[in-house]
């Protein structure tokens, strides 16, 4: 057998262009993209139906799984889904009368990749201040 190092797939150029915060200021365009995105999450309703969509079986849902939970009409769903559509966050692709929509994991991840804490800065004194 070889030592030799072997390069690691699925590694998205988006995740690699975002250093944590704590590292690295954002750029004014970069905290643009970023904020566009955490606006579309601050909505309750985006919120979960981005975790429903998320979590349905396929990784994918039809526009027509996603307006039961909620209490409110299709069209707000509908518009819910364009702002998450727009921000950059989910996919979604028209199948006949209806849409599908699904998450898109480097959106996901270059939050993610954002919000991570390095080792030394992740446990915070009681009180929350250091």
Not at 19 to 24: I, Q
Not at 27 to 50: C, H, N, Q, T
Not at 68 to 96: C, M, N, Y
């Amino acid at each position: 057998m070889s030592n030799l190092e072997l390069p690691v797939l699925g590694q998205d150029d988006a995740v690699a262009c975002c250093s944590p915060m704590v590292r690295e200021p954002l750029g004014e365009e970069a905290a643009a993209d970023l904020a566009k995105m955490f606006k579309a999450l601050s909505d309750p309703v985006r919120l979960r139906l981005l975790s429903l969509i998320a979590s349905h079986e396929g990784g994918e849902a039809c526009v027509c799984d996603l307006t039961g939970p909620f209490d409110v009409s299709q069209p707000t769903i509908s518009h819910h889904l364009k702002v998450l559509r727009e921000a950059g966050l989910v996919g979604s692709e028209r199948r006949g009368t209806w849409v599908y929509y699904w998450v898109l994991p480097a959106a996901l991840a270059r939050l993610s990749a954002l919000l991570q804490a390095p080792a030394a800065t992740a446990a915070v004194p009681a009180g929350g201040a250091r």
